[in-house]
């Protein structure tokens, strides 16, 4: 009877362990599926709170569509667009979704998504500057940027000099202020602007810039599944329209796919 009772408890702990090893391995399936996603807030129409202080806007949309389609859930974490770099190296975010523009030198250090924006920049200046009529009039000029965006880099390479700022509603406001002379910046930021404030008196140059193409930023360490996994959940949103429909939405165009 003894022998029967032992073996009954032993019987009873070895289903225990493996029911908690289950356990373990679902939490751990379900960690895995939630997206921690670094973003500025402060970048309208990409980025940003509402008249509710709801977090929105083009990116914010895009990174939820992609998520639901993939089944992961979405953590956003918002920080200052030249720190979210440090942040993703840092670990304390998984990837960034704030148009961040693909080039070759972040292309060694981050893994990218397909992009699921395409823009061209322009130079944004008062309405009754005169004397900046292209890109290469911007020597010596000051220029308001975040310094380690590609318009920032942008402005560097003409020979600009820099105004740090945090985003493009600052640079708006130094502008408008006659504190800068202008700002390096993309088309679509500028035409959201124009229709945010209509009467702002400022106008866009169009110029050298090649087209820029933005896309979700990984870590490096990033599993490279979880990369995969966006570039399928943007294809489907290509595929279904839901992508083109949340850029009409946003811009009255669809900026998701090149022209």
């Known amino acids: 009877m003894k022998r029967i009772l032992l073996l009954m408890v032993a019987f009873a ?24 996603v670094g973003t500025e807030g ?43 770099f440090a942040g993703l190296d840092a670990g304390r975010f998984d990837v960034i979704a704030n148009q961040v523009g693909i080039n070759d030198e972040r ?19 008062a309405e009754d500057n005169d004397d900046i009529k292209s890109f290469d009039d ?7 940027q975040t310094l380690t965006s ?22 708006m406001d130094l502008l408008l202020s006659n504190r800068v002379e202008g ?21 866009a140059i169009e110029g050298d810039a090649e087209q820029s193409q933005s896309a979700f930023a990984f870590s490096k360490k990033t599993d490279d599944k ?13 595929d279904n329209g839901e992508l083109e429909k949340i850029s009409k939405k ?3 165009e669809n900026v998701s796919e090149p022209k």
């Open 138 to 144: 911007v020597k010596d000029r000051k220029l308001a």
């Open 250 to 252: 946003w811009f009255g």
């Open 226 to 238: 979880v990369v995969e996994d966006f570039n399928k959940g943007l294809k489907k949103l290509k």
């Open 107 to 125: 292309k060694e250090k981050y893994k990218f998504s397909d992009p699921y924006t395409y823009s061209n920049g322009v130079l944004v200046v």
């Open 42 to 84: 402060t970048y309208a129409p990409f980025t940003f709170h509402d008249k509710n202080d709801k977090l929105t806007g083009y990116d914010v949309e895009v990174t939820k569509a992609v998520a639901k389609e993939m089944g992961y859930d979405v953590e956003f974490k918002e920080t200052q667009w030249d720190s979210m």
């Open 183 to 203: 700002t390096f910046n993309d088309n679509i930021s500028y035409l959201d602007y124009k229709k945010q404030k209509p009467n702002a008196k400022i106008k």
């Open 13 to 36: 702990i070895v289903l225990a362990a493996c029911g908690n090893g289950n356990d373990s391995k679902n939490s751990s399936k379900n960690e895995d599926k939630k997206i921690v």
């Open 150 to 171: 590609n318009y920032g880099k942008l402005a560097e390479s003409k020979g600009a000099e820099i105004t740090k700022v945090d985003g493009f509603n600052q640079a």
